[in-house]
């Protein structure tokens, strides 16, 4: 366990998150084999609350988080104030696993947001870069009577 706890999250998250849960799944199989003493029950009760907190902890990869959503996402499970996202460790992340079940609905709506400011950014990148490409050709329009009618009437309403 403390191989991956004194990992650094920045870049344990990346990838290597995946070998806590073969770890924990592993050590799952191992004690349920063993006979049942509180210390065997203590650990599968803790293994379970890992398998609980997966969803959640793969939700903590932040792959769509800005500085703004690690602020708050290390507020929301209550990590000392020392912990920032460039120095918070999968250990502090692994601590925070009770507070973690207990608040998953709310780091659900933080990924969520997290998510849709990309897909908002991704869209105004896309419109800017139409903006700079697109080029508009006028040409000059002979109308009927009738619309050179209506157009005189709608200058004259707008000065």
Not at 56 to 61: E, F, G, S, V
Not at 108 to 129: F, H, M, P, Y
């Amino acid at each position: 366990m403390d191989t991956y706890t004194g990992e650094g999250w920045i870049t344990f998250r990346k990838k290597e998150y995946f070998k806590f849960q073969d770890f924990f799944l592993s050590q799952s199989e191992k004690l349920k084999a063993l006979p049942k003493n509180v210390v065997s029950r203590f650990l599968l009760r803790l293994i379970e609350d890992y398998q609980k907190a997966w969803p959640l902890i793969k939700l903590c990869t932040g792959e769509s988080f800005e500085k703004e959503h690690w602020r708050r996402l290390i507020s929301i499970l209550k990590m000392p104030k020392e912990v920032t996202f460039d120095n918070m460790t999968f250990g502090n992340l692994v601590d925070s696993v009770p507070v973690m079940i207990n608040k998953s609905k709310e780091i659900k709506e933080l990924s969520d947001k997290a998510q849709g400011e990309v897909t908002i950014r991704e869209a105004i990148n896309e419109l800017r870069v139409w903006c700079e490409s697109t080029e508009f050709v006028l040409t000059d329009y002979e109308s009927s009577g009738r619309t050179t009618q209506l157009i005189r009437e709608w200058k004259e309403v707008m000065t």
